[in-house]
Structures are given as C-alpha cells and as structure tokens.
C-alpha cells in the first residue's frame, strides 16, 4: 500500500563549497539521501546517479523481504553503472556516493544504507541513530578508543571504510527491517548535518511539532548558523501525522535536480590573494575509501596522536603546577616582606608575615619578643594587640611596641 505520511526534502551547498554534491529524494514510499564524493563535478555524477537508480523503486510493495532484495540490488546496480561511467569519462575517477535509503512497506521501515549519511527515528521524544557510520572513527568509538565526542572532532573523521564507488562492483551494504508507527518522525541527512548540528539540537528541532518542510529548514538554518562546511541534505518522513499525504509528486534535491543531459560545468578557478584567500572546506577531502593496508596505518596515525596529547596534557599539567609553585613562593616570599605586632600566652609579639593563614598553614612566624607582659596592659590595649595592629615595616612594628611599652608603664 502507498505511505501515508507526510514529507519533505531539502538540499543547500553550504558556506564553503563551491557546489552540491549531495542528494535527495522524498517520493510516496521511497526516502533517500546521498552524498558524493570525487572531484567537482564527479560526486554530483555519483549521488545523481544513484538517486536516478533508486527513484525506479518508489513504489508500493506486497513485503518487506521484496523491497529489502529491490533496494539491496538497485544499489548493487549502482555501483556497476558508477563503474561504466568512469570507463566512459575517466576524468570522474573516484568518484562515488553514500546512499541511505528507506522504503515504507506498511508498517515497517525497510532500510538501506552504505557510507557515513544517517538515518535517525524520534519517537516518543527520544532520538536515535539507527544507521551506523561506515567510517573510521566509528571503528575507533566501537573499539573504546575514542569517545563519540572526541569522534566529532577527530582530523580522520571523513574517511569512509565503505562507499559506493567506481572501484568495487559488489559493495557490502547494511540492509534490515524496523516496526515504525503513527506518530514516528524520520530523519535522513548527509554528514553536513549530523557534523555540524549535535544529537541535542536534532532532537529540539524535531520535537517541536512543526511540519517536516518547516523542520527541514530549522535544521538546516542551525547548520549554516554552524558553519555549514559541507552541503547540507535534509529529509524528514513523518508517519501519519496532521496532513497524511497518500499521493504526490516526489520531490528530487541537490544535484540529482538538474536536468537529465545538461553537464556539470568545470569549477573556475577562484582567485586568491594576501588579503583574500580562497575558502577551502573543512577537513578535505571529504569523504575517500582507502586502500587495503590504510587502515593500519590509520590506527597507528591516531596511536602517535592519543601519545602526543598524553604527552602535551601532562607537560602542561606540570607547567601549570610549576607557575601555581612560583606563584606561591612569590606570593609566600611578599608575605615576609610585612611584620605585624600580636601577643602570644603572655607577652607582646613582633610577626613577620600576615595574620591570614592557608589552611592549617600559617603566614607568619614570631619575629622579636618584646617580653611586655599582657597583664601590665589596660584591657582596651591588650584587646588591640590580641586583635594584632598591622605595621607597614619592622621600625613601624618597633614604633607600635615603644607606644605600647609606654602605655604599660603608665598602667603601672
């Protein structure tokens, strides 16, 4: 039976690229994003092509195990004609795409999924990924040796350990099942996306009950307001909803929506100067699939970086701990520098040092007993000196105690 949901799609270059490459589609029942990759105008080849493809499958399905075999060999077929288009046009070399696709069967999901675009689901005010990258930090967070949050910062994080390339005719392809129900609200997105907005932020925006085109396009604002360092491909599916839409005319986005047979023209060369230097996106190349032996070397690359930032944390814990010392002698050596007149059991007392103390460590140390007596003081003179009187040198501490020692002779 056809969906009964609601959607939308949208698509924008973003603050650095020169053009889309990524792509996407929302039809009736068929829901995919793709982002390419290769050069200027290979990648658009790439997510266009595999969104031509895959558009021929938006249609009803009497299983889920039909439209799982459908989406599994259209990709497949993908990848074959990537490879056919390279032989035709050898400037694409290395091009390809991720495809993260979704087709509604009743009341199941049937997902496909290859490359580092996400599927998310919120349901009951949760969010969660339900596609997993194929890069190589997620390699590093399943193992423990990263954290998800130290992934979103990682230099390797666009490198993709499977994609769909001009090299590999049978490309390994995450293929499954999900139970979805009214209320659901899909999200397919290129890394664009999820690499610049966090999980918090898609959650909000897709809590907020507005309809999928208004929501596409709070996500993508938050995206741009983040930089936007890639292109930004969002499609949102709600199940049911306040206007199910049992028919209507898919809506095709990025570079898939040019018009079949008009070519891609050649980036020109931008101009750059002192004062004006040419934008490069963020963490190019974006996305590559490397060769066999790479990924050793990539571990071996991020063992030599967790070893310098060990080395870096603690050279600079010490160099902390080193100022904290010096700024302590410093402060301790000033502290000597001032003398105060005070009693002890029984006698008045020249400090040197502060009355205040750190703890139970005490900033001042007896410096000269006067060997006046408390007890020849008035009470109001011998409260003033338990109090202590603060002196600005020792001859002012000395000057203090002649006064002192004068007002115990007259109380005699």
């Known amino acids: 039976m056809v969906f009964q949901g609601s959607s939308a799609a949208i698509s924008h270059t973003g603050k650095v690229r020169s053009n889309n490459q990524d792509s996407g589609y929302a039809g009736s029942n068929l829901f995919v994003v793709a ?3 290769g050069g200027h105008a290979g990648g658009d080849v790439a997510s266009s092509l595999a969104i031509t493809r895959l558009e021929q499958l938006d249609q009803p399905y009497e299983s889920t195990i039909a439209a799982e075999k459908a989406l599994g060999d ?13 032989q035709l046009r050898p400037e694409l070399a290395g091009m390809g795409t991720t495809v993260s696709a979704m087709i509604m069967v009743d009341d199941y999901a049937v997902i496909a999924h290859i490359g580092d ?33 130290e992934a979103r910062y990682h230099p390797r994080r666009s490198v993709l350990m499977r994609v769909l390339g001009d090299m590999d005719p049978d490309p390994e392809i995450d293929t499954f099942i999900m139970p979805t129900q009214h209320g659901d609200r899909w999200l ?5 996306l999820s690499g610049v907005v966090d999980e918090p932020h898609i959650a909000k925006a897709l809590g907020l009950g507005l309809a999928p085109g208004r929501t596409a396009d709070h ?27 049992f028919s209507g005319t898919p809506t095709i986005v990025g570079s898939a929506s040019n018009p079949v047979g008009i070519e891609v023209p050649a980036a020109s060369p931008r101009r750059s100067s002192w004062l004006h230097p040419s934008r490069q996106a963020a963490n190019e190349p974006t996305h590559f699939e490397p ?9 071996e690359e991020d063992r030599r970086r967790a070893r ?25 050596q000033w502290t000597q520098t001032r003398y105060f007149v005070g009693a002890d059991d029984d006698t008045v007392v020249i400090y040197q040092g502060v009355q205040q103390s750190i703890g139970p460590i005490s900033l001042s140390t007896p410096y000269e007993d006067t060997e006046i007596p408390l007890d020849d003081l008035s009470d109001f ?32």
């Open 381 to 412: 003179a011998r409260a003033t000196v338990e109090g202590t009187i603060s002196a600005s040198s020792l001859p002012d501490a000395r000057r203090i105690v002649a006064d002192i020692s004068e007002l115990a002779g007259g109380s005699q």
């Open 188 to 192: 397919l997105c290129s890394d664009g």
């Open 308 to 332: 310098r930032r060990r080395v870096g944390w603690i050279t600079g814990v010490a160099l902390v701990l080193v100022l904290l010392a010096g700024a302590a002698w410093l402060g301790y």
């Open 117 to 149: 675009s996400r599927i998310y689901l919120f349901r009951d005010g949760a969010l969660t990924q339900i596609t997993t990258d194929h890069t190589f930090v997620q390699r590093l967070v399943d193992s423990g040796r990263i954290t998800p949050e």
């Open 219 to 245: 996500l993508l604002k938050q995206a741009l307001d983040g930089g936007a360092p890639d292109n930004v491909t969002v499609v949102i599916v709600d199940v049911g909803g306040q206007h199910p839409l």
């Open 74 to 86: 259209a990709i497949s077929d993908t990848a074959v004609e990537l490879i056919d288009t390279v």
């Open 35 to 37: 982002d390419g990759m």
């Open 291 to 299: 060769a066999p032996g790479f990924l050793e070397e990539l571990i």
